[in-house]
């Protein structure tokens, strides 16, 4: 082959490869042509085809949309933008700004164990780090006295006294008596039981319930509003009723305190030469209807075409100098927006005089191009009493029970379901405290020791070894000492005493008579019950000091032996800093240590941080900050951790609704429904914008999936 011909052979496949690059870049172009096309095409068709069926909250939130407070709500809490976090600080206490209930940041202190200390109350009320301090403000040598006594029963300020006051009665006798603080109080004996029950603390004891997570509590009023507010919450705040237990009235609910009405401002829209007439005012292009109580209406009831009737007319026009009557559709319905003492409104839809057709054909309106809004402004009213208890009261002596109000919420109140979640549980934490003060714990009329309609009554309540606390309740201990233990002991007959009494053994060291066990005040728990023999010679004898007491029969023989021969004996009696008598001991130092033993010296853990911040000041006892495990919400705010009192003012912090920032903004848009034709049925399909549309366009056209 020659050079030449080569050469125009390449020039020819050149040509031909180049002509093919090009028409296929061509036919790129048109097939993208067409598909816009044709997506532009199916784009119109739905449009045209489309009807709004309602409207839908934009809210946007950190660059980010969401459709409606609920979707919002769920991305704050998915991204954990607001903490709970757990402190030892009492709230109460830190508050630092109440508008807002925002807490002060320096005296929220942790929960570690590892970093509290005991703090000790002293006599004056202050409270210190170092125990010895403490004691010795209730104890010191100023407060010892001596006193002589020929019997151990009665003690004076000199010997002469004694001797004057001496009557000798004599004989062993023992019996039982529960050691307190080294205090002495006989099982049998009432005037020692008294003197034992007032050092108990008042209370109140629940039976076993809602309010309690069906357990037994047992607490003062403090402990009580803490445990149950918190055992409480769900069962009030949730929806759907707890069922009560046998005899409490324990099932009350949200539902049960609440009265509401949504005020639904809706807005009708339409397109060039569109008139709605609202109770006879003409209104070009748009109407606003205002606060609508009744929650049939809505948007998407006004723009409904067949909830409206229609009827033909003709209507008077002027044409240069001819008079001509052109037709016109009137589409009217009547509603009652369901506030007090109104008429009935009247909607007219129709075209206006420009929009008519000239040929006297009947114009439809197309109610798919109509267009409108719902904006709602509902109220809650709170109330501490049911409604149902309210009834018979007239407006003024009702509203003595309103203790909140909650309006301008921008959501349709159908029923109390349709409240959010976070708006239930503020209006719990309103409710409970006045619940608590006006029922839960309201005993008017009802005797000491009885029961309310609320599970609960007054108690008396005590620790183990009979010291202060709320772990046992006294009422409860005798009911099961009466039903369940003094039973048995009458099982354990062993014979009768010199006076010719039922005996019946309570231990391998003590039988007691009928009437002992009739009598015996039964403690709950671990109990220091101790056999003390007294040389009076009589048995279950009242010696709340000891003094007439010993712990074995040798040493109560000595005793008696020293009062028949009327030895003189010497004690130091100390008292304490308000002079009372408290013990005794045989020189200064005893009496002073034991003293120091007596004393129920009050303490508590206290984070370091906060004896930190006393800088050795005299701060007191009650003030303590640092006293429990409560729990508090924190969330971001220009950067920093701010903390809230609960989780509703958090949430309003973090979403702007606090001193009227600006950090989510919303807006209303209409939501269109498509219905497309498959075989004998439709499928439905939504959207709200254009790139929905689009998205909408290409999964029709099977662009998309």
Same mark, same amino acid.
């Given at each position: 082959m020659s050079i030449s011909m080569m050469k125009t052979l390449l020039s020819i496949n050149f040509a031909l490869s180049a002509g093919a690059s090009t028409a296929v870049m061509a036919l790129d172009q048109i097939v993208e042509e067409d598909h816009e096309y044709e997506v532009e095409s199916m784009k119109n068709l739905i449009k045209s085809q489309s009807k709004v069926v309602s409207t839908d909250h934009i809210f946007n939130f950190e660059d980010k949309e969401f459709h409606g407070r609920e979707e919002l709500d769920k991305y704050i809490v998915e991204h954990g933008l607001i903490e709970e976090y757990m402190t030892s600080s009492n709230l109460s206490y830190i508050i630092k700004d109440h508008q807002n209930n925002i807490l002060d940041k320096d005296k929220i202190y942790g929960t570690d164990f590892d970093d509290f200390e005991l703090a000790y109350r002293d006599a004056f009320g202050n409270a210190l780090t170092s125990r010895s301090k403490a004691l010795n403000s209730y104890t010191n040598k100023g407060l010892?006295?001596?006193?002589?006594?020929? #019997?151990?029963?009665?003690?004076?300020?000199?010997?002469?006294?004694?001797? #004057?006051?001496?009557?000798y009665s004599g004989g062993l006798e023992k019996s039982l008596y529960y050691q307190v603080d080294q205090r002495y109080y006989n099982l049998f004996n009432s005037t020692d039981q008294e003197e034992l029950k007032s050092t108990f603390l008042d209370g109140y004891n629940f039976k076993a319930s809602n309010f309690t997570k069906k357990d037994k509590l047992y607490g003062d009023n403090q402990k009580i509003e803490r445990q149950v507010y918190n055992n409480y919450r769900d069962t009030w705040t949730k929806f759907e009723k707890t069922p009560s237990t046998a005899g409490i009235e324990d099932n009350l609910n949200y539902k049960d305190y609440i009265e509401y009405s949504s005020g639904n401002t809706v807005k009708l829209y339409g397109p060039n030469g569109v008139i709605f007439n609202l109770n006879g005012k003409e209104n070009w292009g748009g109407v606003e209807i205002p606060e609508i109580y009744n929650s049939d209406y809505n948007a998407r009831y006004f723009l409904n075409r067949w909830n409206y009737g229609a009827y033909k007319t003709k209507v008077p026009l002027k044409e240069g100098s001819k008079k001509v009557r052109r037709c016109r559709i009137v589409y009217y319905l009547s509603f009652y927006t369901g506030k007090e003492n109104e008429k009935w409104n009247y909607l007219q839809i129709y075209l206006d005089r420009n929009h008519l057709d000239k040929n006297n054909n009947y114009i439809e309106i197309d109610f798919n191009k109509l267009w409108g809004s719902d904006n709602y402004g509902s109220i809650i009213n709170l109330y501490s009493r049911k409604l149902k208890e309210l009834e018979e009261l007239d407006e003024k002596n009702k509203n003595q029970y309103l203790i909140s109000t909650y309006s301008g919420l921008d959501y349709n109140i159908s029923t109390a379901k349709d409240i959010p979640t976070q708006d239930v549980q503020a209006m719990y934490a309103t409710w409970f405290p006045y619940f608590v003060k006006d029922e839960l714990l309201n005993f008017n009329k009802i005797p000491y020791g009885e029961y309310n309609k609320y599970g609960v009554k007054r108690d008396q309540l005590y620790d183990i070894n009979g010291r202060k606390g709320y772990e046992y309740s006294l009422s409860d201990g005798l009911e099961y000492y009466h039903n369940t233990i003094k039973p048995d002991l009458y099982k354990n007959y062993v014979g009768t005493d010199?006076?010719?009494?039922?005996?019946?053994?309570?231990?391998? %060291?003590? #039988?007691? &008579?009928?009437?002992?066990?009739? %009598?015996?005040?039964?403690?709950?728990?671990?109990?220091?019950?101790?056999?003390?023999? &007294?040389? &009076?010679?009589?048995?279950?004898?009242?010696?709340?000091?000891?003094l007439a007491l010993a712990p074995t029969q040798a040493e109560a023989q000595e005793k008696l032996f020293q009062i028949e021969r009327s030895i003189l004996s010497k004690k130091y009696f100390a008292y304490d800093v308000y002079g009372n008598y408290e013990v005794s001991g045989n020189n200064e130092d005893e009496a002073i240590r034991k003293l120091q033993q007596k004393v129920d010296l009050q303490a508590k853990y206290v984070h370091k941080d906060e004896v930190k911040s006393w800088n050795n000041r005299p701060i007191s006892f009650e003030n303590i900050i640092s006293d429990g495990v409560y729990i508090t919400y924190k969330t971001l705010i220009n950067d920093e951790f701010v903390y809230f009192l609960n989780h509703h003012d958090a949430y309003n912090a973090l979403t702007g609704e606090m001193n009227g920032q600006t950090v989510v903004t919303n807006k209303t848009v209409n939501v269109y429904l498509y219905s497309e034709k498959q075989g004998n049925g439709y499928v439905e399909h939504t959207y709200t914008n254009e790139f929905e549309l689009e998205m909408l366009a290409n999964k029709l056209l099977g662009y998309a999936h």
């Open positions: 010892i006295r001596q006193k002589y006594s020929y #019997d151990y029963q009665g003690w004076y300020d000199s010997p002469a006294e004694a001797k #004057d006051n001496f009557v010199q006076h010719g009494n039922d005996l019946y053994r309570i231990n391998n %060291n003590f #039988d007691a &008579t009928a009437e002992e066990l009739e %009598n015996y005040m039964y403690l709950a728990g671990k109990q220091d019950i101790r056999l003390m023999y &007294t040389f &009076t010679g009589e048995r279950n004898y009242s010696s709340i000091d000891g």
